[in-house]
């Protein structure tokens, strides 16, 4: 009877133990408790780290994170407004704000992010629905791509792009402020809220090479136009260059030949003009030369009996006697 005494003292003495080891308990700095008592929240959260205690077996200890938590949204396909499909990937950063709150209405941070995936999605999809899909992709609203200036000329004065009225970040701040209010009525505090990656459809990237190749081949259209005009500039300037130096050269030699046969004549007119006779030789050979510039081996010519021609062609016996 003895040892039976002693063995249930000793285990009242475990059972005491315990509970007295279950009445304390420690608070990290980086998590907050709160203190149920059958499923029912009990006081105000403890927020303050250290050693706490709580009525053993009857209480119970919830932890809740108090340091900055990471969201990581799923890859999901939405429309834009100009009724483009795009893949948007999303990421963003909360905390527990209200624990109490936070407890009561999800109770664990597994049915927080599922919370936060219904949120933070469909507001991003709201978003992305509401905007071309040029808005999304450049990141703020003044940002124009460098582009040469004949290309900038080409493509128009945004560089071939879509005038933007927002961009990506004004977006981004959309999302946050539509999201921000419902998240804090479940004691989340929403930090920030970002897209992470935003792929094309294969349908989108087909748009986006066909407009890249017609953008490109526009460019060489244009350097191409440019180039044959070019050549055909030169081709005109050489054409013209060419006949102003035949045509100098033309005249040069018009006037070499008249001062050549100005001087030829002065020489003549000096050699023939010493007597009466030759100067008549020379005035009859210059007009055979005459005639026979005029009058070729086929020509036909009519004369009167007394012109000179006829009288001069008689006396040397080409033309016989009427």
């Given amino acids: ?57 009857i209480q119970d200890v919830n932890r809740i994170e108090r340091r900055v938590l990471e969201w990581d949204g799923r890859i999901a396909e939405m429309p834009t407004r100009d009724k483009l ?12 704000d209200d624990p109490l709150e936070f407890f009561r209405r999800l109770g664990d941070e597994r049915s927080a992010q599922s919370r936060l995936d219904d949120i933070l999605g469909s507001e991003t ?10 808005e999304i992709i450049r990141t703020t609203k003044g940002r124009v791509p460098e582009k040469s200036g004949e290309i900038a000329e080409i493509l128009g004065e945004s560089g071939g792009l879509d005038p933007i009225r927002e961009g990506r970040a004004a977006i981004e701040k959309q999302i946050f402020e539509a999201a921000k209010p ?31 190749i017609s953008e490109r081949n526009q460019i060489a259209d244009r350097f191409r136009s440019e180039g044959e005009g070019e050549a055909a500039r030169i081709l005109g300037n050489k054409e013209r260059d060419l006949r102003t130096i035949e045509s100098e050269a033309y005249k040069k030699v018009q006037e070499v030949l008249g001062e050549a046969d100005a001087q030829s004549t002065a020489v003549y007119a000096g050699a023939y ?42 006396r040397m016996g080409s033309v016989p006697a009427p």
Avoid: C
Avoid at 125 to 134: E, G, P, S, Y
């Fill in 85 to 96: 499909y795009i893949l948007v990937d999303t990421f963003g950063r909360w905390r527990i």
């Fill in 182 to 212: 419902k998240l804090a009525s479940f004691g989340i505090e929403l930090l920030d809220i970002r897209f992470k990656r935003i792929n094309y459809t294969t349908k989108v990237e087909s748009s986006i090479f066909e407009r890249m």
């Fill in 273 to 314: 003009g010493k007597n009466s006779r030759t100067e008549e030789f020379y005035q009859f050979t210059k007009t055979l030369e005459a005639y026979g510039e005029i009058l070729g081996s086929d020509s036909t010519v009519i004369l009167s009996t007394d012109s000179e021609l006829f009288g001069l062609l008689k």
């Fill in 1 to 57: 009877m003895k040892q039976i005494g002693k063995a249930l003292l000793a285990l009242v003495a475990l059972v005491l133990i315990l509970v007295a080891l279950g009445a304390f308990y420690t608070v990290p700095e980086y998590e907050q408790v709160i203190i149920t008592q059958f499923g029912e929240p009990m006081g105000e959260p403890v927020t303050e780290a250290g050693l706490k205690m709580k009525i053993p077996v």
């Fill in 125 to 134: 999809r709201n978003a992305v629905a509401k905007h071309d899909l040029i």
